[in-house]
């Protein structure tokens, strides 16, 4: 069994910046792809980043330029910076790991890719 757990979320000033980290255990994760999601209050989750096991990442549009997937794998760990943040950033973020997944669906960030999921953590951005 793995698990996901996400850690890093927090309050913070528009403009400013956090890092969300995703630790992977029970498993060797670094032959596992990761991503990262997020779902605001009222809408459906959506793709942020992902990173295969390769260091090959994919971003969504409204972040790149602005957050940074990475990966270290002897920590079995992933981390999301994110500089730039907007109040439209806020929600909740969710790590995902992927061994099984169609490597299109997951660098695509099709979530039915992903087989191992987070709890989530919050990040808010004040205006």
């Known amino acids: 069994q793995v698990q996901v757990v996400e850690s890093g979320g927090g309050l913070v000033q528009a403009g400013g910046s956090l890092r969300l980290s995703c630790a992977a255990s029970?498993?060797?994760?670094?032959?596992?792809?990761m991503g990262w999601f997020r779902q605001a209050p009222g809408k459906e989750r959506e793709f942020v980043a992902t990173?295969?096991?390769?260091?090959?990442?994919n971003y969504a549009d409204s972040v790149k330029g602005r957050f940074t997937i990475s990966r270290e794998n002897a920590k079995n760990t992933v981390y999301l910076q994110m500089n730039s943040l907007k109040p439209e950033d806020t929600a909740v973020y969710y790590c995902a790991a992927s061994f099984y997944g169609p490597a299109y669906g997951v660098m695509h960030g099709d979530p039915r890719a992903y087989d191992y999921w987070g709890q989530g953590t919050q990040v808010t951005v004040s205006s």
């Open positions: 990173i295969n096991w390769s260091g090959a990442t």
């Open positions: 029970g498993r060797t994760g670094s032959s596992a792809a």
